[in-house]
């Protein structure tokens, strides 16, 4: 699994979202690799393989910059109905919505991604 992090981190670097290492399966950065947490983050590709490196187990933390990217957190966890939500929003307005980048969160909820403008990831 380490790989796919690292590799996941670098894609998003490669697009223009900095990184950075969070704990894993978790959403606090690692400090002891970002100790100012998203103003550590980078899109430099070593930086990223050094601390892959050292932490493979690291989730991915990405630094959402309003100008950039816009990411839905659709909540699954606590009885929410976040999944049953989604699936209403996408029968309202259709693929437009969904055909985009998501990621399953630990809780089994989502992250959906679009760029600042709307545009599909």
Request: charge should be negative; proline fraction near 7%.
């Amino acid at each position: 699994m380490s790989d796919q992090l690292l590799r996941a981190a670098l894609w998003y670097a490669q697009h223009g979202w900095a990184v950075l290492p969070c704990e894993p399966n978790g959403k606090a950065p690692l400090t002891k690799l970002v100790p100012k947490g998203c103003h550590n983050a980078t899109t430099d590709a070593e930086t990223i393989r050094r601390w892959w490196t050292a932490y493979p187990d690291a989730n991915v933390g990405i630094a959402c910059e309003p100008s950039k990217l816009v990411v839905a957190d659709v909540d699954t966890k606590d009885g929410m109905p976040g999944l049953e939500s989604w699936r209403d929003l996408e029968t309202a307005h259709g693929a437009s919505i969904a055909d985009t980048l998501s990621v399953t969160t630990p809780s089994k909820g989502l992250h959906v991604y679009w760029t600042r403008n709307g545009h599909q990831v």
